[in-house]
Protein backbone atom coordinates (compact mmCIF):
# COMPACT_ATOMS: atom_id res chain seq x y z
CA UNK A 1 0.00 0.00 0.00
CA UNK A 2 3.15 2.61 0.49
CA UNK A 3 3.90 2.20 -2.99
CA UNK A 4 0.12 3.13 -4.32
CA UNK A 5 -0.03 5.63 -1.48
CA UNK A 6 3.17 7.45 -3.28
CA UNK A 7 0.72 7.50 -6.45
CA UNK A 8 -3.64 7.72 -5.82
CA UNK A 9 -4.62 10.44 -3.66
CA UNK A 10 -5.74 8.22 -1.42
CA UNK A 11 -7.23 10.85 1.18
CA UNK A 12 -9.45 12.53 -1.67
CA UNK A 13 -10.06 8.56 -3.14
CA UNK A 14 -10.30 5.87 -0.42
CA UNK A 15 -10.27 3.17 -2.58
CA UNK A 16 -9.69 0.50 0.15
CA UNK A 17 -13.24 1.74 1.50
CA UNK A 18 -15.05 -0.63 -0.69
CA UNK A 19 -18.55 -0.44 1.14
CA UNK A 20 -18.95 3.32 0.55
CA UNK A 21 -16.65 4.90 -1.43
CA UNK A 22 -16.20 1.66 -3.75
CA UNK A 23 -20.26 1.46 -3.56
CA UNK A 24 -20.58 4.87 -4.01
CA UNK A 25 -18.89 5.47 -7.93
CA UNK A 26 -20.21 1.92 -8.38
CA UNK A 27 -23.91 3.86 -8.23
CA UNK A 28 -22.75 6.55 -9.95
CA UNK A 29 -21.19 4.68 -12.96
CA UNK A 30 -24.40 2.57 -13.42
CA UNK A 31 -26.38 5.80 -13.55
CA UNK A 32 -24.27 8.12 -15.69
CA UNK A 33 -22.40 5.56 -18.03
CA UNK A 34 -18.65 7.39 -16.70
CA UNK A 35 -17.01 8.96 -13.74
CA UNK A 36 -13.91 11.40 -13.90
CA UNK A 37 -12.24 11.33 -10.79
CA UNK A 38 -9.76 14.19 -10.93
CA UNK A 39 -6.50 14.33 -9.50
CA UNK A 40 -6.89 10.75 -8.60
CA UNK A 41 -3.07 10.32 -9.48
CA UNK A 42 -0.51 12.19 -6.94
CA UNK A 43 1.68 15.58 -9.10
CA UNK A 44 5.07 13.66 -8.63
CA UNK A 45 3.79 10.03 -10.40
CA UNK A 46 1.97 12.01 -12.65
CA UNK A 47 5.55 13.71 -13.77
CA UNK A 48 7.02 10.74 -14.06
CA UNK A 49 4.33 8.96 -16.18
CA UNK A 50 4.29 12.03 -18.42
CA UNK A 51 8.28 12.11 -18.73
CA UNK A 52 8.14 7.93 -19.32
CA UNK A 53 5.28 8.77 -22.25
CA UNK A 54 7.63 11.57 -23.68
CA UNK A 55 10.99 9.51 -23.53
CA UNK A 56 9.37 6.41 -25.28
CA UNK A 57 7.53 8.21 -27.86
CA UNK A 58 9.77 7.44 -30.37
CA UNK A 59 8.90 3.70 -29.98
CA UNK A 60 5.07 4.88 -30.45
CA UNK A 61 3.32 2.88 -33.57
CA UNK A 62 1.19 5.03 -35.57
CA UNK A 63 -1.48 4.30 -37.91
CA UNK A 64 -4.33 5.67 -39.41
CA UNK A 65 -7.33 3.95 -39.87
CA UNK A 66 -11.09 4.51 -41.27
CA UNK A 67 -14.02 2.53 -40.00
CA UNK A 68 -17.68 2.85 -39.39
CA UNK A 69 -18.99 3.79 -35.92
CA UNK A 70 -19.87 -0.49 -35.30
CA UNK A 71 -15.96 -0.76 -35.82
CA UNK A 72 -17.04 -3.98 -37.83
CA UNK A 73 -16.50 -4.57 -41.91
CA UNK A 74 -18.86 -2.63 -44.13
CA UNK A 75 -22.10 -4.37 -44.41
CA UNK A 76 -23.16 -4.38 -48.49
CA UNK A 77 -26.78 -4.49 -47.95
CA UNK A 78 -26.68 -0.77 -47.18
CA UNK A 79 -25.53 2.63 -48.90
CA UNK A 80 -22.10 3.55 -48.73
CA UNK A 81 -22.79 6.66 -47.12
CA UNK A 82 -25.39 4.88 -44.53
CA UNK A 83 -24.70 5.00 -41.01
CA UNK A 84 -23.81 1.25 -40.81
CA UNK A 85 -21.24 1.74 -43.14
CA UNK A 86 -20.17 5.23 -42.82
CA UNK A 87 -16.47 6.03 -42.09
CA UNK A 88 -15.20 7.84 -39.88
CA UNK A 89 -10.95 8.38 -39.05
CA UNK A 90 -8.95 7.47 -36.02
CA UNK A 91 -5.42 8.67 -35.82
CA UNK A 92 -2.98 8.06 -32.85
CA UNK A 93 0.14 6.50 -31.89
CA UNK A 94 0.03 3.84 -28.94
CA UNK A 95 3.48 2.17 -27.34
CA UNK A 96 2.07 -1.11 -25.41
CA UNK A 97 3.04 -2.81 -22.22
CA UNK A 98 6.03 -4.58 -22.87
CA UNK A 99 7.76 -1.08 -23.47
CA UNK A 100 6.86 0.30 -19.81
CA UNK A 101 8.80 0.05 -17.54
CA UNK A 102 9.10 -2.44 -14.85
CA UNK A 103 9.17 0.32 -11.76
CA UNK A 104 6.74 2.99 -13.79
CA UNK A 105 4.43 3.93 -11.80
CA UNK A 106 1.82 3.08 -14.42
CA UNK A 107 2.61 -0.93 -13.67
CA UNK A 108 2.65 -0.48 -10.42
CA UNK A 109 -1.29 1.32 -9.99
CA UNK A 110 -2.24 -1.57 -13.20
CA UNK A 111 -0.74 -4.94 -10.73
CA UNK A 112 -2.13 -3.27 -7.44
CA UNK A 113 -4.39 -6.00 -5.64
CA UNK A 114 -6.35 -2.90 -4.13
CA UNK A 115 -6.71 -1.04 -6.91
CA UNK A 116 -8.06 -4.15 -8.47
CA UNK A 117 -10.44 -4.70 -6.14
CA UNK A 118 -11.54 -1.21 -6.24
CA UNK A 119 -12.24 -1.59 -9.83
CA UNK A 120 -13.85 -4.98 -9.90
CA UNK A 121 -16.46 -3.24 -7.51
CA UNK A 122 -16.92 0.00 -9.14
CA UNK A 123 -17.55 -1.73 -12.41
CA UNK A 124 -19.30 -4.85 -10.72
CA UNK A 125 -16.60 -7.49 -12.52
CA UNK A 126 -15.74 -10.65 -9.68
CA UNK A 127 -12.10 -10.60 -10.82
CA UNK A 128 -10.26 -8.31 -13.51
CA UNK A 129 -6.97 -10.04 -14.79
CA UNK A 130 -3.81 -8.59 -17.41
CA UNK A 131 -3.81 -9.51 -20.92
CA UNK A 132 -2.47 -13.04 -21.83
CA UNK A 133 -0.17 -11.29 -24.63
CA UNK A 134 2.92 -8.99 -23.86
CA UNK A 135 1.23 -5.75 -25.67
CA UNK A 136 -2.67 -4.98 -24.77
CA UNK A 137 -2.40 -4.65 -20.37
CA UNK A 138 -1.09 -0.78 -20.71
CA UNK A 139 -1.27 1.19 -23.30
CA UNK A 140 0.20 4.83 -23.51
CA UNK A 141 -1.69 6.92 -26.84
CA UNK A 142 -0.36 9.96 -28.47
CA UNK A 143 -2.77 12.32 -30.30
CA UNK A 144 -0.42 14.71 -32.18
CA UNK A 145 -1.61 17.95 -33.52
CA UNK A 146 -4.71 17.03 -36.01
CA UNK A 147 -4.83 13.47 -35.10
CA UNK A 148 -8.16 12.36 -33.50
CA UNK A 149 -10.75 9.35 -32.67
CA UNK A 150 -13.90 9.23 -34.96
CA UNK A 151 -16.79 8.30 -33.47
CA UNK A 152 -17.56 5.02 -32.42
CA UNK A 153 -18.90 2.04 -29.83
CA UNK A 154 -16.81 0.20 -28.02
CA UNK A 155 -16.13 -3.61 -28.50
CA UNK A 156 -15.49 -3.99 -24.83
CA UNK A 157 -17.64 -2.66 -22.03
CA UNK A 158 -15.71 -0.46 -20.28
CA UNK A 159 -12.75 1.62 -20.46
CA UNK A 160 -10.20 2.88 -17.48
CA UNK A 161 -7.87 5.77 -18.92
CA UNK A 162 -5.65 8.13 -17.23
CA UNK A 163 -5.52 11.41 -18.57
CA UNK A 164 -1.51 12.39 -18.55
CA UNK A 165 -1.21 15.29 -20.44
CA UNK A 166 -4.40 16.93 -22.20
CA UNK A 167 -4.15 19.34 -25.55
CA UNK A 168 -3.93 22.89 -25.35
CA UNK A 169 -6.95 23.09 -27.54
CA UNK A 170 -9.28 20.56 -29.05
CA UNK A 171 -8.82 16.38 -27.87
CA UNK A 172 -11.83 16.28 -25.76
CA UNK A 173 -13.67 13.26 -25.37
CA UNK A 174 -17.64 14.12 -26.32
CA UNK A 175 -20.59 11.52 -26.18
CA UNK A 176 -24.04 10.94 -26.38
CA UNK A 177 -25.24 8.75 -23.81
CA UNK A 178 -26.94 4.89 -24.44
CA UNK A 179 -27.52 5.47 -28.20
CA UNK A 180 -27.96 2.05 -29.41
CA UNK A 181 -28.75 -0.91 -27.55
CA UNK A 182 -26.49 -3.49 -28.35
CA UNK A 183 -28.09 -6.46 -26.12
CA UNK A 184 -31.26 -6.48 -27.78
CA UNK A 185 -29.30 -5.85 -31.43
CA UNK A 186 -31.26 -2.66 -31.76
CA UNK A 187 -28.14 -0.12 -33.82
CA UNK A 188 -30.14 2.94 -33.73
CA UNK A 189 -29.09 4.04 -37.76
CA UNK A 190 -31.64 7.42 -37.65
CA UNK A 191 -29.41 8.34 -33.74
CA UNK A 192 -26.21 7.63 -35.05
CA UNK A 193 -26.56 9.51 -38.29
CA UNK A 194 -28.00 11.93 -36.33
CA UNK A 195 -24.72 12.33 -34.45
CA UNK A 196 -22.52 11.84 -37.53
CA UNK A 197 -24.04 14.92 -39.35
CA UNK A 198 -24.10 16.68 -36.04
CA UNK A 199 -27.81 17.29 -35.31
CA UNK A 200 -27.49 15.96 -32.38
CA UNK A 201 -25.37 18.21 -29.86
CA UNK A 202 -23.25 15.65 -27.58
CA UNK A 203 -21.67 15.93 -24.45
CA UNK A 204 -18.16 16.97 -23.23
CA UNK A 205 -16.33 14.97 -20.67
CA UNK A 206 -14.24 17.04 -18.84
CA UNK A 207 -11.26 15.26 -17.83
CA UNK A 208 -7.74 17.31 -16.41
CA UNK A 209 -4.48 15.76 -15.99
CA UNK A 210 -3.93 13.45 -13.03
CA UNK A 211 -8.22 12.04 -13.70
CA UNK A 212 -9.15 8.53 -13.57
CA UNK A 213 -11.74 8.02 -15.62
CA UNK A 214 -14.09 4.98 -15.88
CA UNK A 215 -16.71 5.24 -19.07
CA UNK A 216 -18.90 2.05 -20.41
CA UNK A 217 -18.50 2.77 -24.01
CA UNK A 218 -20.65 -0.47 -25.75
CA UNK A 219 -23.39 1.86 -26.71
CA UNK A 220 -22.66 4.89 -25.62
CA UNK A 221 -21.60 6.46 -29.07
CA UNK A 222 -18.35 8.92 -28.32
CA UNK A 223 -14.91 10.09 -30.18
CA UNK A 224 -12.33 12.37 -29.62
CA UNK A 225 -11.85 15.81 -31.40
CA UNK A 226 -8.69 16.77 -33.38
CA UNK A 227 -5.96 18.23 -31.30
CA UNK A 228 -5.94 21.83 -32.25
CA UNK A 229 -3.32 22.73 -29.60
CA UNK A 230 0.82 22.31 -30.18
CA UNK A 231 1.92 19.60 -27.72
CA UNK A 232 0.41 16.05 -27.93
CA UNK A 233 -2.82 14.89 -25.53
CA UNK A 234 -1.42 12.01 -23.91
CA UNK A 235 -3.56 9.16 -22.33
CA UNK A 236 -2.71 5.95 -20.83
CA UNK A 237 -5.57 2.73 -21.44
CA UNK A 238 -5.26 0.30 -18.47
CA UNK A 239 -7.11 -3.24 -20.00
CA UNK A 240 -8.48 -5.59 -18.39
CA UNK A 241 -9.99 -8.78 -18.92
CA UNK A 242 -12.63 -10.63 -16.68
CA UNK A 243 -11.03 -13.88 -17.36
CA UNK A 244 -7.70 -14.72 -16.89
CA UNK A 245 -5.19 -15.76 -20.10
CA UNK A 246 -7.39 -13.89 -22.48
CA UNK A 247 -5.18 -12.45 -25.45
CA UNK A 248 -6.40 -9.46 -28.02
CA UNK A 249 -7.30 -10.79 -30.90
CA UNK A 250 -4.04 -10.81 -33.22
CA UNK A 251 -5.60 -8.87 -35.88
CA UNK A 252 -6.47 -6.29 -33.41
CA UNK A 253 -3.02 -6.48 -32.31
CA UNK A 254 -1.82 -5.62 -35.66
CA UNK A 255 -3.96 -3.30 -36.71
CA UNK A 256 -3.39 -0.99 -33.30
CA UNK A 257 0.55 -2.29 -32.87
CA UNK A 258 1.39 -3.12 -36.05
CA UNK A 259 2.91 -6.46 -34.65
CA UNK A 260 1.90 -9.34 -32.72
CA UNK A 261 4.55 -9.87 -30.22
O1 LIG B 1 -8.76 8.74 -25.79
C1 LIG B 1 -9.79 8.65 -25.09
O2 LIG B 1 -10.00 9.42 -24.14
C2 LIG B 1 -10.83 7.61 -25.40
C3 LIG B 1 -10.27 6.48 -26.20
C4 LIG B 1 -11.34 5.58 -26.74
O3 LIG B 1 -12.47 5.91 -26.89
C5 LIG B 1 -10.95 4.22 -27.15
O4 LIG B 1 -9.75 3.89 -27.11
O5 LIG B 1 -11.85 3.44 -27.50
FE1 LIG C 1 -13.73 4.20 -27.29
Known amino acids: MKDLASII ?5 PINDL ?20 DFIRKYALQKMRKEAEEKKHLAYFCDQ ?28 C ?23 FLSVVLDESTLCSYKDP ?11 GQELGWHFDNSSFAITLMI ?20 GDMNFEGVGKVLDGITTPVQLEQSEGSLVLF ?18 ILVVLAYNTKPGISLSEDARLTFYGRIN
Open 9 to 13: NLEQY
Open 19 to 38: KEFAAGCNSKLNEHGSIVLP
Open 66 to 93: THSVYLSTKDPDYPENHPRNRQVISTKG
Open 95 to 117: ITDDQVSEKSPLRVLYNSKEFRE
Open 135 to 145: LSSINIHYHET
Open 165 to 184: QSAESGGQVEYVKQLRNSEK
Open 216 to 233: KGRDTIHRVTPNRGKRDR
